[in-house]
């Protein structure tokens, strides 16, 4: 069974601020992905990684792919209330028959006007 | 664009009763997987099915099942309901297995079971 950590757990930061999350497992992923959860909504695809070593940006927010494929970080910088929600990490195996994709336990993040 | 229906959007049964659920993917996508989530859980996988035959297998109990169609809708069949199955059930669809794309998965807005 492939794990995901994510971590922090929870993070409350003021407006602004800067911050980092992390997604870390001692498997290789060939893909892995972010996505942003609203309460009671669907996880929303934020990107995808695949190189290792790539990092992709999204307006404030940007995604870095570990050179090993392993681990993987999303950085916000100046935070704002919209940014509010819960970030999983999500990674598809690099095995045969890896179809499925193993989730992160998520960062539920709060931005603080 | 369209995204993934799933229907129905709230659903309460007693225990031991049976509730089927309903996924209508991304038009053109023929692969589709249910998720089931807890309350302050993730995502938990639980099936999916690729070109209408099971493609992979997670922690399903062996009390559901599913399918999917020919026209590639899924259902998700739950019976003898306990109360630890009250979840949010989210269906998310691509186009092709992990060989053939970055496993980039759209999810519905989920079901939400409760029992009682």
């Known amino acids: 069974t492939q794990l995901l950590e994510q971590s922090p757990q929870f993070l409350s930061i003021q407006e602004g601020e800067n911050l980092t999350v992390y997604c870390n497992s001692s498997?290789?992923?060939?893909?892995l992905q972010w996505y942003r959860q609203e309460p009671g909504e669907g996880p929303v695809l934020l990107v995808t990684v695949v190189t290792g070593g790539e990092v992709k940006k999204l307006k404030r927010l940007t995604f870095q792919f570990g050179d090993a494929r392993k681990d993987s970080s999303l950085h916000i910088t100046a935070a704002q209330p919209g940014d509010t929600g819960l970030y999983l990490c999500a990674g598809r195996g690099s095995g045969a028959g890896s179809y499925q994709l193993t989730f992160g336990k998520g960062t539920k993040l709060s931005v603080i006007p | 664009a369209a995204g993934v229906i799933q229907s129905p959007r709230h659903l309460i049964k007693e225990k031991r009763e049976t509730a089927t659920l309903k996924c209508y993917p991304i038009?053109?996508?023929?692969?589709v997987y249910w998720y089931q989530q807890g309350p302050g859980q993730d995502p938990q996988f639980l099936i999916s099915f690729y070109e209408k035959m099971q493609s992979d297998k997670g922690s399903i109990p062996d009390r559901f099942s599913a399918q999917q169609f020919s026209d590639y809708h899924s259902e998700l069949n739950m019976s003898s309901l306990e109360l630890g199955d009250s979840a949010l059930y989210f269906c998310?669809?691509?186009?092709?297995?992990?060989?053939?794309?970055?496993?980039?998965?759209?999810f519905g807005e989920g079901s939400r079971l409760t029992v009682l």
């Open positions: 038009p053109r996508h023929d692969t």
């Open positions: 998310a669809s691509s186009f092709g297995l992990a060989g053939s794309n970055t496993g980039e998965l759209f």
């Open positions: 498997s290789v992923f060939s893909s």
